[in-house]
């Protein structure tokens, strides 16, 4: 494939005032495989942040919430960064609604741990609405400030829902009063920028604009057949998806797109469909919400041409990135499109839904093709446009790399260590902090 430039992660190159960052994620835990039913983007964000202010000096501990009976306390996932599991009701999974019941036995075995092991954080920073309420509780007891990032927002997702699949109204409450507690609100958009002002109110200095980031040194270009090799597939165009297994993730409009594909090409352009993300049994085959999927590619006549590979950890997706010709991404709503990104930095061209973030991160005909939500034969023709053009497809290839460089943790990392600095010495950030990002 044509090159494309790099630009490698570095150490951020600021010398902190903060010593210790608490990081809280109640319902998800960055010990869990990634593509399992709450493990997804949130966990590849908060991991990769940590990583990036451990390398500054910043010793990170990450709290979640203990769902099983073998999972260590304490453990030290790498030099500075610690998982802490701790028991807030039974040790076993629980709906994430139920959750919000158990968020003051969560928070005050926080702040028991922290006086146990005389520890003292100077930021909590606070993933998805349940931990959001969990740094409520311990501004009473620390009195640090508080930095929040939702995520995803429950009223866009029920916009943009299948099937009536709704948001609690509690979470729409809780998610409405954090705007008035927390210190700090990091949105992954403009567009939710504009939400946090303007739907749920929340005061224009208490929002910035912060884009997840990308380890370039990981995701890069890489040889097609090489990969494909490597992972035992046929040397033929083929269409990826990586994500949990989610009505919001509408694989289903994917599934009917390569449907699609395979009725309309002749045999050789007729894609294979590559699903990482989803469970599988002890003998490899679909189970829970993937044996679903695997049900309608039969029903659709494809079941030969999809591939299942589970969930894989972030260090095997390089490689399944550059096996593909193109990354299909058919959310109904993005808050960013970790994917996509990932996918462009390797320089592979991808084909997304025009929702939330990916209007921002994606250039239309430059790093990718973007479709409409929900539209099987929109998205089948945005793939096969990059398919059959071998001079669009090069293009594209170079273009995804050098969109995803400005999404670099190492310009991503040092905006976060900007929003923690001024948060301690007290300062009001106000929005214009990391525009550049986006308009860059």
């Known amino acids: 494939m044509a090159s494309a430039a790099t630009a490698p992660d570095v150490r951020l190159n600021v010398i902190p005032t903060i010593a210790r960052v608490a990081m809280v994620t109640v319902h998800t835990s ?90 003292r954080y100077d930021i909590i920073h606070t993933h998805y609405w349940l931990s959001g309420w969990v740094g409520k509780i311990l501004k009473r007891y620390w009195d640090v400030p508080v930095v929040h990032m939702y995520h995803t927002l429950a009223h866009l997702k029920n916009q943009a829902s299948p099937n009536g699949v709704r948001e609690s109204s509690l979470r729409l409450r809780v ?94 352009l007729r894609p294979y469909l590559l699903i990482v993300g989803g469970e599988l049994d002890d003998d490899g085959r679909p189970t829970g919400a993937l044996a679903r999927v695997e049900q309608r590619a039969r029903e659709l006549g494809i079941a030969d041409a999809v591939r299942y590979l589970g969930s894989r950890p972030q260090e095997d997706l390089p490689q399944i990135y550059a096996a593909a010709s193109v990354c299909a991404v058919s959310s109904r709503y993005e808050s960013f499109g970790l994917v ?3 996918a462009m930095a390797c320089g592979t061209p991808v084909v997304a839904t025009r929702v939330g973030g990916m209007r921002f991160t994606i250039e239309e005909d430059v790093s990718g093709v973007l479709v409409p939500p929900g539209d099987p034969e929109a998205m089948a023709a945005g793939i096969n446009r990059i398919l059959l053009d071998r001079d669009f497809h090069a293009s594209l290839q170079v273009g995804a790399r050098q969109a995803a460089i400005r999404f670099s943790w190492h310009t991503v990392g040092a905006a976060m260590m900007q929003v923690y600095e001024r948060l301690a010495a007290g300062e009001a950030l106000g929005p214009r902090i990391t525009r550049s990002i986006y308009a860059s």
């Open 30 to 119: 960055p010990l869990s495989a990634l593509g399992g039913p709450d493990a997804g983007g949130l966990t590849v964000y908060v991991m990769a942040l940590a990583e990036q202010l451990a390398a500054s000096g910043i010793a990170v501990d990450i709290f979640t919430r203990r769902f099983d009976t073998t999972t260590p306390d304490v453990v030290e996932i790498s030099p500075g960064i610690r998982v802490i599991t701790l028991t807030a009701g039974p040790a076993e999974p629980v709906p994430k609604d139920d959750l919000y019941c158990l968020l003051s036995d969560f928070a005050s075995e926080m702040a028991l741990f922290a006086l146990e092991n005389g520890v």
């Open 175 to 268: 998610e409405r009063e954090l705007v008035e507690v927390v210190d700090q609100i990091v949105a992954p958009n403009p567009d939710e920028h504009a939400e946090l002002i303007w739907r749920l109110g929340a005061g224009n200095c208490r929002v910035c604009t912060l884009p997840p980031g990308i380890n370039l040194e990981r995701f890069q270009p890489a040889d097609a057949s090489e990969a494909r090799k490597q992972l035992g597939l046929p040397d033929a165009p083929t269409v990826l998806f990586v994500g949990r297994i989610d009505p919001i993730k509408d694989i289903d409009t994917l599934i009917e797109a390569v449907a699609l594909l395979h009725r309309q090409n002749a045999p050789e």
């Open 340 to 342: 996509a990104v990932e």
